[in-house]
Nanobody, 123 residues
C-alpha cells in the first residue's frame, strides 16, 4: 500500500514562499505520476500540478504557472511543490496524490492520497 505524507504547509503573507513536500513509501512500481491538488473552504478540490516518474513531464494549473514549480528527488522518494509569489487565493488544504502510469489532471484518476497540509496566505 502506497502511503503519502505531506509537510511544509503554514501561514505566510502575500508575496511569500513555501515549499511543500510529499514523501512516499510502499511503492511497487517505478512508473508513477505524482500530483498536487488543493481545496479551499467551500470549493471543490482542484488540480495544481503534476510530475511524471522521470520528471520529464510536468503540468500546471494556469492559475499557478510561473509561480509554482513541481520537482522530485527519486533518491528520497519525495516530490516538492515550490510556491512563490503566494496570493490569498492560494489559501487551501494541499493534497499530494499518486497513480501508476501517465499524468492526468483529474482527481478520480489518482489512487493514493495524503492527509493534506494547510496553506494560509494573508493580505
Amino acid at each position: 500500500q502506497v502511503q503519502l505524507v505531506e509537510s511544509g504547509g503554514g501561514s505566510v503573507q502575500t508575496g511569500g514562499s513555501l515549499r511543500l513536500s510529499c514523501a512516499a513509501s510502499g511503492r511497487t512500481s517505478d512508473r508513477y505520476t505524482t500530483g498536487w491538488f488543493r481545496q479551499a473552504p467551500g470549493k471543490e478540490r482542484e488540480f495544481v500540478a503534476a510530475i511524471t516518474w522521470s520528471g520529464g513531464n510536468t503540468y500546471y494549473n494556469d492559475s499557478v504557472k510561473g509561480r509554482f514549480t513541481i520537482s522530485k528527488d527519486n533518491a528520497k522518494n519525495t516530490v516538492y511543490l515550490q510556491m512563490n509569489s503566494l496570493k490569498p487565493e492560494d489559501t487551501a488544504v494541499y493534497y499530494c496524490a499518486s497513480r501508476e502510469g501517465r499524468l492526468y489532471t483529474t482527481e478520480f484518476r489518482y489512487d493514493y492520497w495524503g492527509q493534506g497540509t494547510q496553506v494560509t496566505v494573508s493580505f
